[in-house]
Structures are given as structure tokens and as C-alpha cells.
């Protein structure tokens, strides 16, 4: 029998990447020299940035250091192990612990990564072929999440709740998990989420809420979107967000019932096959959250920021979207206008990202500025400025 000749896979790899790069959609890799505040060093060059998701201005902050230092002595860098053998250190319990009391849940467990947290968590909540109904507009690890567990997995369009009602119906399977961003990474709206809850009540569907965008930055002492819809563990029994952007840290938790959280250490694979999180990291994330809780005047001052960038934008013209998160994205349509207005710019000192499809819809390529506590109104002024100087308003979406 004559073999059908293997495609040599490296090969038909370049040919995809050319292809990108040929259609301008390459991503590049930029490396970093210093940060500072809001200002990074990089290629040599100053740049004020205005694409951390850092929206306390946390991840630099001395007292997190000296946390991370002090447990770095106590006890090494590594956790030498998964948390099931014996990777699991107080700095994880007592972090854990702190989590659950913040986001008003039983308890939470540590993940590594946010995109761990949700491959896991959707893995151990679904069998093949349940349904998993999803905002076509999440963050891609719930979307791979539910594919890797193999779900039927249905998208609705965005915010749309009349849509996420009808795929709820429209499925024989009786099992069903709803799951939604609840600050939106690219768009920085916020989901419907009390209309959501009350749906999934009616259906009674899981409502799972990833809100890696709004812990610290929303709700009361910062606990959240959840928090600030004022939505109980009842309502929203799988709550996930991640460490590493309003707390300047790094990694996940999902909270929630203590079932939920026995179940994900029995079954959640990326929770027992994985080392455990540095301990001095859980350390510097325990600070990072008590200032967090505590220094309100960060979301107070990242409000004003958000609201004078929003003012000048609309008076210039600018193609703002219906935000009030720290993401202010600028709507330009095409990938190469986004591309361009980015590297103008840089030209001008400030780093600011072209958003491409896939990470958008085709035709939705957009600058995704995000606002910090870091920020001074000055930084503000300096990118409306040089915002004004490209006249983005002229030139049609
Ligand atoms: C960033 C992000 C994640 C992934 O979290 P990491 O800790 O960076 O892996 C998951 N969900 C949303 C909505 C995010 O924005």
C-alpha cells in the first residue's frame, strides 16, 4: 500500500507563520529592560506604557517586594512539588484563606495560571457532550476550556442574554454550565451579570464567572464584579480570577462552595499535575490583596484617570468604546490602520498595543489602552495629545 506522504510538520508550521506575516498579523515579541512606575525601558528607549494590566499600580510596590524577600529567606524560591505531595505551604493556605474571605466564598483554591484555573475547572465540572454555553467575547482559555473537556460548546453573542436563554433551551442535555468573563479583557465592558444569574437560576444552569479584569478594580474594597452586582456564592457558585493583573502578582484562584473546592482537588488535572505556585509569591499576593482591600484610594484614583481620559477622548473625537473599566479600548476597524496608529505612537514615546485579529473579530482590530493607578493625569494628557496628533477621528472606521 503506497503511503500517503507524511506533511513534515515543522515545515507546514513556517508556511503558517509566513502566511501571517504576510497578511500583517504577525505578533512580535518585545523584550523589556526596566520598569518603572509606568514607564518601561525598552530597546533603550523610554516609553510611557499604556498596556499593563496592573491597574493598581501594584506590581511594583516595595511593601509586596519586601513580602516576596522575607519569605524568599524563610523559605527558598520553589515550592518543590504539587501542592498533593507536599508543594502546599502555609503562604498558599493563609492566601487561600484571605481569597475566600474577600470574594464573600466558603473557600479557594490556588492555581498556577488563570488559563490552568479555567481548563481545570471546566474539565472537572463537564462530561463529554454537556453543554457549556459561553459570551462569544470570553478570554480564549474558557473557550479551550470547555473544548478540552470535551462540551458541546455553544457561543452566544455578546451580553446577549435572550441568546444564552435560547442555547440553554434549545439543548436535550440536562447538564449545563454558563460561563462568562465578567470584565471583558478586550472590550472592558462589564457582564450582564445579575440578568445572567437570575437566568441560570430559572434554568438551573452552573453560573461560572471569570472576573480577572475586576478583582481589586470593582465592587466594595475592590472584591470584584461579582461582588459589585452583589451576586451571593448561591447565585454564582464558580467564581474564578486571577492574581496576576489587579494584584500585581501572578496566578489564579477559583472560589466558591466547599464542595466545589473538594471536587477540584480530586479531579481538577491542571490543579494536581502542576507545582505548586512559589510560596514567596502567595507571600507577596497576601500583601498585594490587604493593600488592595485597604487603599481605596488607587480605584478612586484610577476612577478619575478612566473619566478625564473618557472626557478628552469624546471631546477629540475618538472612537471610544461603552467602558467604565480600566480597558479604554479605540475602536479602528482595520488591522493595519490599528497597527499604524501604534507605531506612531511609540514614535511619540508610548507604548500603547494594536489589538489583531484573532485575538478580535475581523474588523475590530483596536487599540487597547488600559489606565493604572500608576498613571498621573499628566500621563493622560501626554497620550490624548499625541492621540489628537494621528487624527483617528478623521478617517472612517
Ligand atoms: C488574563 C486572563 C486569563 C488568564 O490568566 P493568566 O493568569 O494570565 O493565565 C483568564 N481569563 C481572563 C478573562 C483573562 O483576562
Known amino acids: 500500500m503506497a503511503a500517503v506522504p507524511r506533511p513534515d510538520l515543522l515545515e507546514r508550521l513556517a508556511v503558517q507563520t509566513a502566511e501571517r506575516a504576510q497578511a500583517q498579523l504577525q505578533r512580535r515579541l518585545r523584550s523589556v529592560e526596566r520598569a518603572e512606575g509606568p514607564y518601561i525601558e525598552s530597546n533603550g528607549r523610554r516609553l510611557l506604557?499604556?498596556?499593563?494590566?496592573?491597574?493598581?499600580?501594584?506590581?511594583?510596590?516595595?511593601?509586596?517586594?519586601?513580602?516576596?524577600?522575607?519569605?524568599?529567606?524563610?523559605?527558598?524560591?520553589?515550592?518543590?512539588?504539587?501542592?498533593?505531595?507536599?508543594g502546599?505551604?502555609?503562604?498558599?493556605?493563609?492566601?487561600?484563606?484571605?481569597?475566600?474571605?474577600?470574594?464573600?466564598?466558603?473557600?479557594?483554591?490556588?492555581?498556577?495560571?488563570?488559563?490552568?484555573?479555567?481548563?481545570?475547572?471546566?474539565?472537572?465540572?463537564?462530561?463529554?457532550?454537556?453543554?457549556?454555553?459561553?459570551?462569544?467575547?470570553?478570554?480564549?482559555?474558557?473557550?479551550?476550556?470547555?473544548?478540552?473537556?470535551g462540551a458541546t460548546l455553544?457561543?452566544?453573542?455578546?451580553?446577549?442574554?435572550?441568546?444564552?436563554?435560547?442555547?440553554?433551551?434549545?439543548?436535550?442535555?440536562?447538564?449545563?454550565?454558563?460561563?462568562?468573563?465578567?470584565?471583558?479583557?478586550?472590550?472592558?465592558?462589564?457582564?450582564?451579570?445579575?440578568?445572567?444569574?437570575?437566568?441560570?437560576?430559572?434554568?438551573?444552569?452552573?453560573?461560572?464567572?471569570?472576573?480577572?479584569?475586576?478583582?481589586?478594580?470593582?465592587?466594595?474594597?475592590?472584591?470584584?464584579?461579582?461582588?459589585?452586582?452583589?451576586?451571593?456564592?448561591?447565585?454564582?457558585?464558580?467564581?474564578?480570577?486571577?492574581?496576576?493583573?489587579?494584584?500585581?502578582?501572578?496566578?489564579?484562584?477559583?472560589?466558591?462552595?466547599?464542595?466545589?473546592?473538594?471536587?477540584?482537588?480530586?479531579?481538577?488535572?491542571?490543579?494536581?499535575?502542576?507545582?505548586a505556585m512559589p510560596p514567596a509569591l502567595a507571600a507577596a499576593t497576601l500583601c498585594a490583596l490587604h493593600i488592595a482591600r485597604k487603599e481605596s484610594w488607587r480605584r478612586e484614583k484610577l476612577n478619575q484617570l478612566i473619566q478625564h481620559f473618557r472626557r478628552g477622548a469624546e471631546d477629540l473625537g475618538l472612537p471610544l468604546m461603552p467602558s467604565r473599566t480600566a480597558i479604554q479600548p479605540l475602536l479602528l476597524g482595520n488591522a493595519q490602520r490599528a497597527l499604524e496608529a501604534s507605531r506612531a505612537l511609540e514614535t511619540q514615546g508610548l507604548l500603547v498595543v494594536a489589538i489583531r485579529p484573532p485575538t478580535v473579530p475581523q474588523g475590530q482590530a483596536r487599540l487597547r489602552i488600559t489606565l493604572s493607578a500608576a498613571h498621573e493625569q499628566a500621563h493622560v494628557d501626554r497620550l490624548l495629545a499625541a492621540l489628537a496628533s494621528l487624527r483617528l477621528a478623521d478617517a472612517p472606521v
Open 88 to 149: 502546599h505551604r502555609r503562604e498558599h493556605a493563609a492566601l487561600e484563606e484571605a481569597l475566600a474571605e474577600w470574594t464573600g466564598r466558603e473557600r479557594a483554591l490556588l492555581f498556577s495560571t488563570g488559563y490552568m484555573a479555567n481548563l481545570g475547572v471546566m474539565q472537572a465540572l463537564l462530561q463529554r457532550g454537556e453543554l457549556c454555553v459561553q459570551d462569544k467575547l470570553n478570554h480564549a482559555c474558557l473557550l479551550d476550556g470547555a473544548q478540552l473537556a
Open 154 to 275: 455553544k457561543r452566544y453573542p455578546h451580553a446577549d442574554v435572550g441568546a444564552a436563554a435560547r442555547q440553554l433551551r434549545s439543548d436535550v442535555e440536562p447538564s449545563a454550565l454558563l460561563a462568562t468573563d465578567g470584565v471583558f479583557s478586550m472590550d472592558g465592558d462589564i457582564a450582564p451579570l445579575r440578568e445572567l444569574a437570575a437566568l441560570c437560576t430559572e434554568e438551573g444552569a452552573t453560573l461560572m464567572v471569570d472576573d480577572a479584569h475586576g478583582l481589586g478594580v470593582l465592587g466594595k474594597d475592590g472584591a470584584g464584579s461579582v461582588a459589585e452586582a452583589n451576586l451571593s456564592e448561591q447565585e454564582v457558585p464558580v467564581l474564578m480570577a486571577t492574581l496576576g493583573k489587579g494584584l500585581g502578582c501572578s496566578g489564579a484562584f477559583v472560589a466558591g462552595s466547599a464542595a466545589l473546592i473538594d471536587g477540584l482537588i480530586q479531579f481538577a488535572r491542571t490543579y494536581i499535575y502542576t507545582t
Open 49 to 86: 506604557a499604556f498596556c499593563t494590566n496592573d491597574y493598581l499600580g501594584l506590581a511594583q510596590d516595595p511593601r509586596l517586594i519586601s513580602a516576596l524577600e522575607d519569605a524568599a529567606n524563610a523559605s527558598g524560591v520553589g515550592s518543590g512539588s504539587a501542592h498533593l505531595i507536599c
